[in-house]
């Protein structure tokens, strides 16, 4: 009897176990048993994946690499037949991304705003066309996205945000050793570096140019020698316009060289110097231009003109300077220089119709101005020594008055003989 | 006898000299310094108001869709009458780069030549490197002048 | 020109009766002796009190006492106004040379012992003078509503706040308000412009009217000579000359206000006029930046010099002495010294005896301590 009452409890307790251990705690969210275990293994991505995009969106892993992921089992979670593909081969990532970020009814229930034409604008790209060949050396979506740690493009941390996007586009372009059967070369980024665009970008202007900005992002290409200006006039658009008028114009287009980074380079583009345009072995002009032809006498006219209007700058700037630290009031005329400086700028655009007399009506201008500043800080400088002069009078003033009344007091005090009777 | 007689007339023609060289000195010393005076009393030519506010045109200066640029304290402003003949104005430096902007008639908006920015009526950056808007500021017409003054801060 | 004067003179004395009232100027004196070079620092404060009156109202003339506005008006005088930078470069300089030779004088006067009976209610209404030209200076400072001036004032109405029982309220009094604004500059301005000068004139004109009724006062034990002198002169004025050369100790001399001690002042009112003219023409007045409320406090503010010293020591003071929080500590200290020195003259029983040699040695400990401070706080 006492045995009976003993096992059926021992089975009864046995039995509770075994239901409370079935039973998973309840969830608010729908489960990534996935993402769980992996979690525990601690690898890579589970680590990553938590700041990812798309799993802070809900998307567990199974939407990317199949399978189920509502199920602990590893066997039943990974199952091929219910999709598992595990880790996806490099040339089927394009289409595995696109099957979501191409659908834009898809799209449009996560973020409205998001481009769904990134796998149409990847296939004309250079990496999409040799991928399609077959070289799958390329860079295909998360190369450049990273692959668990996927932040949008405005994020500071994302490898595709414009401060960290050279670096990104460096990892295969900047690797010799990667790039050696695409026989193209692998200083772009270091020539970035050195570009002012690079240096404006860490000045913290996230709109100054990167990669992406000049060759596209997913359609990735050499701008191509016919449409360079073009690209540059997006912002430089004065220099466009006066290039396109210029007498470079028809002969590069027909030798086949592009028109800006001919003479500023594509990725080294350095902060422009006036001594780039003139005839000294420093220009860029006496690359194809010989001593006596139109072009030398023009390059050496343009040059001597924005020497003039910087040097006029430089002496108003040195009197205004003079004056200033003597304590004058210089405002008005640092405003007229300021005018100058402007004109000085728009000289040096006009460089770019390559027309000296264009350049010299904007230098006149411009050392009508600085004339004016100059001005403005010599009549400080002539106030000054009236002041000083006017000081000068006073004191001789002054010092009329008490000797006048050191002399009156001397005589009003003077010894005298009292008489006496 | 007083000996003082002969010393009293020498004294008398040291001390009218005397006196006359203080009297002397003591004018100028007046005009030296009543004319500081008078000149600092007189208003200077360029009677501005303060740095808040500035006349920027005349009513009829502007044609309708043209624009002005006028200077505000250091800095540059930009006066545009638009064509229905309201005026806005707005600073005229360029919150890129500091190159000051220009309006631009046949688009109507304003822009900035350096790296073709583009802001709208409002002051508003819509195209282009720019990262915020342009300040605006207050017109007011008062009589036949065009009054310009800084937005008050709340 | 000297009848034409005559017959100005005429003309008013006849409607004024000039005479009586020139009279005692006529006869009044200077004692001369060893310290009687000290007698110019009192006019002298008075020639800059009349410079400030002066290029003040000419200030007057184009500045506005609005945060708006006050900034760029004084900027406008320095730059667009002819002889602006004189005039302010003027009352700028003389403000602080103002105060210093007033605090001179007053140094002066109390190791003289002119404190002395029957000149009690003159130490008084100097030293309220003196207090009256440091709120001179301190609401002056405020005026043009640049970034230094701003914080130092909010600085300096704080420490109002740690008055006991009327604290809060006096902080309100003088800001206009809970903090520095608009509203400050404008009572500031008021009080610089109309109330301080006001009662300015008042004590002034008791300060002076009374040198004017008791003399010039002469070092303790030379009065009593100088009392004796005087009485010979009534009663036996040969005697009195015959004595007076006789006597030849330039101790016993006297001189004419009118016209020899008037002269020599006139002399240094002159020279001073020429200090003033070159600090201002060499050295402007920095204007600095405009004030910004909401712009955080400036490294380094310090108020001005005359004040240095009181702030210096409140900064080495502890946070609580005792029971009572530091600050106010130090103010309560300051006041009952202040109130104490202002009571000199009652405290001082024995001029030439005991008391008088202490209170020379607290004067010198005093001297010595505003100077060490003042120094401190400059370079600190």
Partial sequence: MRTLRFSLLAVLALAATLAALSQSPPETKPADACLACHSILEDEPSKQFVDDIHGTRGLTCAACHGGDPTVDDMAAGMNPAKGYIGIPKRAQIPQLCARCHSDAAFMRTYNPSLRTDQLQQYRTSAHGRRLAQGDTGVAVCTDCHSVHGIRPASNPLSSVHPLRLPETCATCHANPEHMKPYKIPTDQFADYRASVHFQTLEGGDLSAPTCATCHGNHGAAPPGVASVERVCGTCHVFQEQLFDRSPHKEPWAGLGFASCSTCHSNHRIERTRDVLVGTSPDAVCVRCHVEGDAGWTTAGNINSQLSRLDTSLQDATGVLDRAERAGMDVSEGRITLGNAHEKLIKARVDVHAFNAPEVQATVEGGLGLAGQAHQAGLDALAELAFRRKGLALSLIIIAWVVLSLWLLIRHLERPRQISRQ | ?154 | MRKLAARLYAWLDLRLNLDDLIAPLRHKTVPVHYFSFWYYLGGMTLFLFLVQIGTGILLLLYYRPSPGEAFESVQFIMTKVRFGWLIRGLHAWAANLLIFTAVLHMFSTFFLKAYRAPRELTWMSGCVSLFLFLCFGFSGYLLPWNELAFFATKVGTEMAAAVPLIGHWLLVFLRGGEEVTGATLTRFFGFHVAVLPGITLLFLAIHLGLIQRQGISVPPGMDRAMHGLAYLRKHDPEAARTWMEAAGSPEMREMRFFPNFFLRELMAWYVALGVLATLAAFDPWELGVKADAFAPTPAGIHPEWYFLAVFQSLKLLPAKLLWIEGEQFGLLVFSAAALAWLLVPFIDRNPEGRSGRILKVVGVAVVLYLTGMTVWGWLG
């Fill in chain 2, 1 to 154: 006898m007083e000996t003082e007689t002969t010393e009293h007339t020498e004294g008398s023609g040291r001390r009218r000299f005397l006196e006359v060289l203080l009297g002397s000195s003591l004018a100028a010393s007046v005009v030296s310094v009543l004319y500081p005076i008078l000149q600092f009393v007189l208003p200077p030519r360029a009677a501005e108001l303060d740095a808040d506010t500035v006349v920027a045109a005349k009513a009829d200066e502007l044609a309708p869709n043209s624009a002005k640029i006028f200077r505000f304290g250091n800095r540059p402003g930009i006066l545009i009458r638009s064509a229905d003949g309201s005026y806005r104005a707005f600073s005229a430096t360029c919150t890129h780069l500091d190159c000051t902007v220009q309006y631009r008639k046949r688009e109507s908006d304003i822009w900035c030549a350096c790296h073709n920015g583009v802001y709208d009526l409002q002051g508003r950056n819509v195209s282009g490197p720019p990262p915020r808007p342009l300040e605006a500021y207050d017109v007011h017409v008062r009589g036949d002048e065009i009054v310009v003054a800084r937005q008050q801060k709340a």
